[in-house]
């Protein structure tokens, strides 16, 4: 088992029979045997290829496509460009979500530019992916090649190569599409009360999501409807933007979601599905298309890179006075990155009387950036938790110490502008202060290596938003539960143990299935952290009425009021002056006569669901420094968090895990690296280095339960915070080995020596 | 267009099926690089000849000098699995244990990893501290050649349209000699090497009588450093002999800035590792 430290798990913490409880998950023996169905998986009778032609150039004007020696390739069935696309006009914003649909319309294939190298510009379907790709090579585009600008402090430069003319900052055409600020109080008199002031500037690099699974997709077109099989992380998602894209309405398109392969926020967009239906459209085939890694790091959504510069100010005694931000993101290609994230969180989680906090969302010549796992939170603490770390130091105080001292609580104001309920921040700070792993010395240095602790916080806003959920009761009393999330993390294990709880039933007569467009109601992404938090409150409600219904058909067999019947352990019995009256009837007893009582037995529920409070995380990290070589390893990683309530133990610890993972990697070896014709030098997983298992130590995770006081089983989010401590946790810990503190990520072998030679001369 | 595909069980047949493919043949060993080269488009081959099929190219020998003859087309497992050729070589079998995971293990082979033509490739530089030769067999009959001759370039060698590498060979051991290999990587495995390093070395008494040192990611070919040897031979490989050694190390190499490595980390990390390697060399060899 991977929790190690804590004292008070999750299922010793309360007496339920299955919330909290490490049930199976259902989807596991189809994912581990293989039979599981990712979209790539799908094929139809008739199907044919779709490919696409992106471009070379990472900045060029499109003066002509000519199509027509591709469409009379033999095999060939269908060429689309972006004229086949719906055109949103660049005056009027069309938000869909946090996308603008003047920005995905001129993402999925590019309009008037080709912004970036991979960019698409057109789509072939042929009989054979070969035939297709062939094609695609005998279109012809006339390109009028353009300077072109890759890094967020160049493109803020004033002489930069523009991107977008109609970008407008200060009057001026520019890179800078958007800003966003937050203040609190008054920075400037707060900096004035300060005895120490430090201010740092930091630079990290664009990421990938890192998904194993490639988008994929397969549509099909008939009679003008459409039918949508495709890995995402919402089918409703797709359904709104391909309906948008290719002017179909919603209701003749039925996007149908595959298991998916990981998405960890890069799939709550779409690239290929709206050129597949157009170029099924146009075939009247069915039309398959399938990324190949490549295509995913050249043209899929990284998150951004990032220049930022943070200063904190505190007294003396340790309390911090005025923290000011300043958060530059790449938004990519075109605008969109993630400032909220970064500029809102940063601060998030301390009691600051004096706060301001900025974000510029910068356009350069790269792929349009995708949400990744608490978007733009981990750039924002990543220098704030780094200052906090050298804070710290300056006042000769233990950073968890220095952290306690200022952290928020419930009554803090946050400078992106809640007043917190109850929240578990302390307590994260609390548990790892005493925690083995904080109180374990170092090794002491030897064979040349050097050891180091580094420490650091987080928080990311979660979400609630929109689910729809249906319970209904089967004939022979097993119960099936339909929800509208693509599960990524586990949550049909949760629902299930939910709705097994609420019944009173054995978790294996719960079966939980995704719902595709028609047959469940609108459900929102699955993405913010909110699945669990959202599912579990709608499937509580739907579970409510069905256990009414079911007191109801008890209350007509035996001829009673519904209120003379109480719904106990999983079968009605009558109460009041009717006690131990009659037998009590099972689930499996009324199911058995619904037909004769009244009919079918289920209920659904639908809701914006809202009250979804912050997460914290506390991380603590300890490195091996190979100071010739530069090589970091993590040693050993604990990473405390509020979970609220952990609903199934084994996926809160996965998602932390997979945080903590994520961030190790972000912090020491991924990065987008870019040669000089403005094209990514690194899209295979040999040289985009992700953290492979053995690089990394058990992630340990230790689940704090301060439950969310306006959650029914008292749930917070729990998948993105993990994401948020770690890159400064481990330059913290690299810093405390090396004495050297390193402002750039990520911290690679050769950037670590170099800053060591350069100390040693 | 087609791909032919043969698994000849001779030599002869080999070489004959391979000529008459002239320029759109190509050698199949383990394949761990030629299908990800087809697959990733940058070949693409009219006929594959198969190798795997001929005893001599997928057998170990020791010879009675006590040399060892090694088929190309031996996969790692196999040389890892040897009785004798650990103890002997545990330089070259842990540079070509290095390579890929255990599934890769079991197919890729010396011989691919050298006629791939990486200057990367992990059991070159192994081989070439070694001093091991290779056995080639082409349509004019079957020459030797020293290891770090075949390579010409990246992806380019010094063969003859139609020669085949059929075995490496490895000479017969000096008492108190062993051989060691390090690389540099910045994961753990499944990753490439920045650099790469091998020493061969023999120690009588503490001084060190012989050696070899093999480079590799640090030049268009991997490269036998014999200044770096030099310094080594004659020494207790004290810090001195060492630091001259690492030195040599450094200034033989002629690396690029990639996305791999700088020029100076690439630098510097040659002369880190062979301090490591010929310490780790003499520690087998009986100790300095
Ligand atoms: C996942 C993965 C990880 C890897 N990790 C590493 C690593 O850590 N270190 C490393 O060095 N490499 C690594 N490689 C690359 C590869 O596995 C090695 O280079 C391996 O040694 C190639 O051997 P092979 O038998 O598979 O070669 P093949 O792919 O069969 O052949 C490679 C090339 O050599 C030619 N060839 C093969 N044998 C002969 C012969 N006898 N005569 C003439 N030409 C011949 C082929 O025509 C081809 O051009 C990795 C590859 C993969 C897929």
Same mark, same amino acid.
């Given at each position: 088992?991977?929790?190690?430290?804590?004292?008070?798990?999750?299922?010793?913490?309360?007496?339920?029979?299955?919330?909290?409880?490490?049930?199976?998950?259902?989807?596991?023996?189809?994912?581990?045997?293989?039979?599981?169905?990712?979209?790539?998986?799908?094929?139809?009778?008739?199907?044919?290829?779709?490919?696409?032609?992106?471009?070379?150039?990472?900045?060029?004007?499109?003066?002509?496509?000519?199509?027509?020696?591709?469409?009379?390739?033999?095999?060939?069935?269908?060429?689309?460009?972006?004229?086949?696309?719906?055109?949103?006009?660049?005056?009027?914003?069309?938000?869909?979500?946090?996308?603008?649909?003047?920005?995905?319309?001129?993402?999925?294939?590019?309009?008037?530019?080709?912004?970036?190298?991979?960019?698409?510009?057109?789509?072939?379907?042929?009989?054979?992916?070969?035939?297709?790709?062939?094609?695609?090579?005998?279109?012809?585009?006339?390109?009028?090649?353009?300077?072109?600008?890759?890094?967020?402090?160049?493109?803020?430069?004033?002489?930069?190569?523009?991107?977008?003319?109609?970008?407008?900052?200060?009057?001026?055409?520019?890179?800078?599409?958007?800003?966003?600020?937050?203040?609190?109080?008054?920075?400037?008199?707060?900096?004035?009360?300060?005895?120490?002031?430090?201010?740092?500037?930091?630079?990290?690099?664009?990421?990938?999501?890192?998904?194993?699974?490639?988008?994929?997709?397969?549509?099909?077109?008939?009679?003008?409807?459409?039918?949508?099989?495709?890995?995402?992380?919402?089918?409703?998602?797709?359904?709104?933007?391909?309906?948008?894209?290719?002017?179909?309405?919603?209701?003749?398109?039925?996007?149908?979601?595959?298991?998916?392969?990981?998405?960890?926020?890069?799939?709550?967009?779409?690239?290929?599905?709206?050129?597949?239906?157009?170029?099924?459209?146009?075939?009247?085939?069915?039309?398959?298309?399938?990324?190949?890694?490549?295509?995913?790091?050249?043209?899929?959504?990284?998150?951004?890179?990032?220049?930022?510069?943070?200063?904190?100010?505190?007294?003396?005694?340790?309390?911090?006075?005025?923290?000011?931000?300043?958060?530059?993101?790449?938004?990519?290609?075109?605008?969109?990155?993630?400032?909220?994230?970064?500029?809102?969180?940063?601060?998030?989680?301390?009691?600051?009387?004096?706060?301001?906090?900025?974000?510029?969302?910068?356009?350069?010549?790269?792929?349009?950036?995708?949400?990744?796992?608490?978007?733009?939170?981990?750039?924002?603490?990543?220098?704030?938790?780094?200052?906090?770390?050298?804070?710290?130091?300056?006042?000769?105080?233990?950073?968890?110490?220095?952290?306690?001292?200022?952290?928020?609580?419930?009554?803090?104001?946050?400078?992106?502008?809640?007043?917190?309920?109850?929240?578990?921040?302390?307590?994260?700070?609390?548990?790892?202060?005493?925690?083995?792993?904080?109180?374990?010395?170092?090794?002491?240095? %030897?064979?040349?290596? !050097?050891? &180091?602790?580094?420490?650091?916080? +987080? @928080?990311?806003?979660?979400? $609630? =938003?929109?689910?729809?959920?249906?319970?209904?009761?089967?004939?022979?009393?097993?119960?099936?539960?339909?929800?509208?999330?693509?599960?990524?993390?586990?949550?049909?294990?949760?629902?299930?143990?939910?709705?097994?709880?609420?019944?009173?039933?054995?978790?294996? %007569?719960?079966?939980? !299935?995704? &719902?595709?467009?028609?047959?469940? +109601? @609108?459900?929102?992404?699955? $993405? =913010?952290?909110?699945?669990?938090?959202?599912?579990?409150?709608?499937?509580?409600?739907?579970?409510?009425?069905?256990?009414?219904?079911?007191?109801?058909?008890?209350?007509?067999?035996?001829?009673?009021?519904?209120?003379?019947?109480?719904?106990?352990?999983?079968?009605?019995?009558?109460?009041?002056?009717?006690?131990?009256?009659?037998?009590?009837?099972?689930?499996?007893?009324?199911?058995?006569?619904?037909?004769?009582?009244?009919?079918?037995?289920?209920?659904?529920?639908?809701?914006?669901?809202?009250?979804?409070?912050?997460?914290?995380?506390?991380?603590?990290?300890?490195?091996?420094?190979?100071?010739?070589?530069?090589?970091?390893?993590?040693?050993?990683?604990?990473?405390?968090?509020?979970?609220?309530?952990?609903?199934?133990?084994?996926?809160?610890?996965?998602?932390?895990?997979?945080?903590?993972?994520?961030?190790?990697?972000?912090?020491?070896?991924?990065?987008?690296?870019?040669?000089?014709?403005?094209?990514?030098?690194?899209?295979?997983?040999?040289?985009?280095?992700?953290?492979?298992?053995?690089?990394?130590?058990?992630?340990?995770?230790?689940?704090?339960?301060?439950?969310?006081?306006?959650?029914?089983?008292?749930?917070?989010?729990?998948?993105?915070?993990?994401?948020?401590?770690?890159?400064?946790?481990?330059?913290?810990?690299?810093?405390?080995?090396?004495?050297?503190?390193?402002?750039?990520?990520?911290?690679?072998?050769?950037?670590?020596?170099?800053?060591?030679?350069?100390?040693?001369? | 267009?087609?791909?032919?595909?043969?698994?000849?069980?001779?030599?002869?047949?080999?070489?004959?099926?391979?000529?008459?493919?002239?320029?759109?043949?190509?050698?199949?060993?383990?394949?761990?690089?030629?299908?990800?080269?087809?697959?990733?488009?940058?070949?693409?081959?009219?006929?594959?000849?198969?190798?795997?099929?001929?005893?001599?190219?997928?057998?170990?020998?020791?010879?009675?000098?006590?040399?060892?003859?090694?088929?190309?087309?031996?996969?790692?497992?196999?040389?890892?699995?040897?009785?004798?050729?650990?103890?002997?070589?545990?330089?070259?079998?842990?540079?070509?244990?290095?390579?890929?995971?255990?599934?890769?293990?079991?197919?890729?082979?010396?011989?691919?990893?050298?006629?791939?033509?990486?200057?990367?490739?992990?059991?070159?530089?192994?081989?070439?501290?070694?001093?091991?030769?290779?056995?080639?067999?082409?349509?004019?009959?079957?020459?030797?050649?020293?290891?770090?001759?075949?390579?010409?370039?990246?992806?380019?060698?010094?063969?003859?349209?139609?020669?085949?590498?059929?075995?490496?060979?490895?000479?017969?051991?000096?008492?108190?000699?062993?051989?060691?290999?390090?690389?540099?990587?910045?994961?753990?495995?499944?990753?490439?090497?920045?650099?790469?390093?091998?020493?061969?070395?023999?120690?009588?008494?503490?001084?060190?009588?012989?050696?070899?040192?093999?480079?590799?990611?640090?030049?268009?070919?991997?490269?036998?450093?014999?200044?770096?040897?030099?310094?080594?031979?004659?020494?207790?490989?004290?810090?001195?002999?060492?630091?001259?050694?690492?030195?040599?190390?450094?200034?033989?190499?002629?690396?690029?800035?990639?996305?791999?490595?700088?020029?100076?980390?690439?630098?510097?990390?040659?002369?880190?590792?062979?301090?490591?390697?010929?310490?780790?060399?003499?520690?087998?060899?009986?100790?300095?």
């Amino acid at each position: 088992m991977s929790t190690t430290g804590s004292t008070k798990t999750p299922e010793t913490a309360n007496d339920n029979k299955w919330i909290g409880k490490r049930t199976i998950r259902p989807d596991g023996a189809d994912k581990v045997t293989g039979r599981a169905a990712y979209a790539a998986d799908t094929t139809m009778p008739g199907m044919i290829w779709g490919k696409v032609l992106r471009s070379p150039h990472p900045h060029a004007r499109i003066k002509s496509i000519d199509t027509s020696k591709a469409e009379a390739y033999p095999g060939v069935k269908a060429v689309m460009t972006a004229k086949d696309i719906v055109n949103f006009p660049i005056d009027k914003s069309v938000m869909l979500g946090i996308q603008d649909m003047r920005w995905m319309c001129r993402n999925v294939m590019a309009r008037e530019k080709a912004l970036f190298a991979g960019h698409p510009v057109a789509a072939v379907a042929a009989t054979t992916e070969k035939i297709a790709a062939e094609a695609c090579k005998l279109i012809e585009v006339e390109y009028e090649v353009l300077p072109f600008v890759i890094d967020v402090e160049e493109a803020m430069k004033p002489d930069a190569p523009i991107l977008h003319d109609f970008i407008k900052y200060k009057d001026k055409p520019s890179n800078i599409a958007g800003t966003l600020e937050h203040k609190l109080g008054d920075v400037g008199e707060g900096f004035a009360k300060a005895d120490v002031v430090i201010e740092r500037s930091f630079r990290t690099q664009p990421v990938h999501q890192g998904y194993i699974e490639p988008h994929a997709c397969l549509v099909s077109v008939s009679d003008g409807k459409a039918t949508i099989w495709s890995s995402s992380q919402g089918q409703f998602m797709v359904r709104a933007m391909c309906a948008y894209l290719t002017g179909l309405p919603q209701n003749d398109i039925r996007a149908i979601p595959a298991e998916i392969g990981g998405g960890f926020g890069g799939k709550t967009i779409i690239y290929l599905e709206p050129l597949a239906l157009i170029l099924a459209k146009k075939s009247g085939r069915p039309v398959k298309m399938t990324m190949t890694r490549g295509e995913v790091f050249h043209a899929s959504g990284p998150t951004s890179g990032s220049y930022s510069t943070v200063k904190l100010g505190a007294t003396k005694d340790g309390k911090l006075v005025a923290a000011q931000g300043t958060f530059c993101l790449q938004a990519g290609a075109l605008p969109g990155s993630p400032i909220r994230g970064a500029a809102g969180c940063a601060f998030a989680p301390y009691d600051i009387p004096n706060v301001h906090s900025f974000g510029y969302d910068v356009v350069s010549n790269r792929s349009k950036v995708a949400a990744y796992r608490a978007p733009g939170a981990p750039i924002g603490a990543y220098g704030v938790e780094c200052v906090m770390d050298e804070m710290a130091e300056a006042l000769k105080m233990d950073p968890l110490e220095f952290r306690l001292k200022n952290a928020a609580k419930q009554g803090t104001k946050a400078a992106h502008g809640p007043v917190y309920p109850r929240i578990g921040f302390v307590e994260t700070i609390e548990e790892a202060k005493k925690h083995a792993h904080y109180t374990t010395p170092l090794p002491k240095a %030897k064979n040349g290596k !050097l050891y &180091g602790r580094g420490v650091a916080s +987080g @928080f990311w806003f979660n979400a $609630g =938003g929109e689910s729809s959920a249906q319970v209904n009761v089967n004939e022979d009393g097993t119960v099936v539960v339909i929800t509208g999330h693509p599960d990524i993390g586990g949550s049909r294990a949760s629902t299930a143990n939910i709705t097994a709880e609420i019944l009173g039933i054995d978790y294996k %007569k719960v079966s939980v !299935l995704i &719902g595709d467009t028609s047959v469940i +109601g @609108f459900s929102n992404l699955t $993405g =913010g952290s909110r699945v669990t938090y959202a599912s579990a409150m709608v499937v509580t409600q739907s579970t409510e009425k069905v256990i009414t219904q079911l007191r109801e058909r008890a209350a007509k067999i035996w001829k009673i009021d519904p209120d003379a019947v109480v719904w106990e352990n999983g079968e009605a019995r009558p109460a009041g002056d009717n006690a131990g009256k009659f037998e009590p009837l099972s689930l499996g007893q009324i199911a058995a006569q619904a037909s004769a009582t009244g009919g079918p037995i289920g209920a659904g529920q639908q809701l914006n669901t809202t009250g979804a409070e912050g997460g914290f995380a506390t991380h603590v990290c300890d490195v091996e420094v190979d100071p010739d070589l530069g090589i970091v390893r993590v040693l050993r990683y604990t990473a405390f968090q509020d979970v609220g309530r952990a609903i199934h133990p084994s996926y809160v610890e996965g998602q932390i895990q997979g945080g903590a993972a994520q961030g190790i990697g972000w912090a020491l070896s991924e990065e987008y690296i870019y040669n000089k014709d403005g094209k990514l030098d690194n899209p295979s997983f040999l040289d985009y280095r992700m953290p492979v298992s053995s690089d990394l130590p058990m992630l340990d995770s230790v689940i704090l339960e301060i439950p969310n006081p306006k959650h029914p089983q008292g749930v917070r989010g729990v998948g993105e915070v993990p994401l948020v401590p770690p890159l400064a946790a481990i330059s913290n810990a690299v810093y405390n080995a090396l004495g050297r503190r390193f402002y750039s990520l990520p911290m690679s072998p050769p950037k670590i020596l170099a800053t060591m030679d350069m100390a040693a001369d | 267009m087609d791909v032919q595909y043969v698994a000849p069980k001779t030599l002869d047949e080999a070489i004959r099926a391979f000529a008459a493919a002239a320029g759109s043949g190509r050698i199949l060993a383990g394949g761990t690089d030629l299908l990800v080269q087809m697959r990733n488009g940058i070949v693409s081959p009219g006929t594959i000849v198969d190798i795997k099929k001929i005893g001599e190219l997928t057998s170990i020998e020791e010879t009675k000098d006590g040399g060892f003859r090694i088929g190309a087309a031996v996969s790692g497992m196999v040389l890892r699995e040897h009785p004798r050729l650990s103890k002997v070589w545990p330089g070259v079998v842990e540079a070509a244990n290095l390579i890929g995971s255990t599934q890769v293990q079991g197919r890729a082979t010396p011989g691919g990893n050298l006629c791939n033509g990486s200057p990367a490739g992990d059991s070159v530089p192994a081989m070439v501290a070694a001093a091991a030769t290779v056995t080639i067999q082409g349509p004019n009959g079957r020459r030797e050649m020293a290891v770090e001759k075949v390579p010409k370039g990246p992806g380019r060698l010094n063969l003859e349209p139609g020669e085949i590498v059929v075995s490496f060979n490895l000479p017969p051991r000096a008492k108190g000699s062993s051989d060691a290999y390090l690389r540099m990587i910045p994961r753990t495995e499944m990753d490439i090497a920045v650099v790469g390093c091998g020493v061969s070395l023999t120690m009588d008494k503490g001084t060190c009588t012989a050696a070899r040192v093999g480079l590799g990611a640090v030049a268009p070919t991997v490269l036998l450093v014999e200044e770096a040897a030099k310094a080594l031979i004659g020494s207790k490989l004290d810090e001195a002999a060492l630091a001259k050694a690492a030195a040599a190390c450094s200034a033989a190499c002629r690396p690029i800035d990639d996305k791999r490595g700088t020029i100076a980390y690439r630098t510097k990390v040659a002369g880190v590792l062979l301090k490591r390697t010929a310490l780790i060399a003499a520690e087998r060899a009986g100790g300095k």
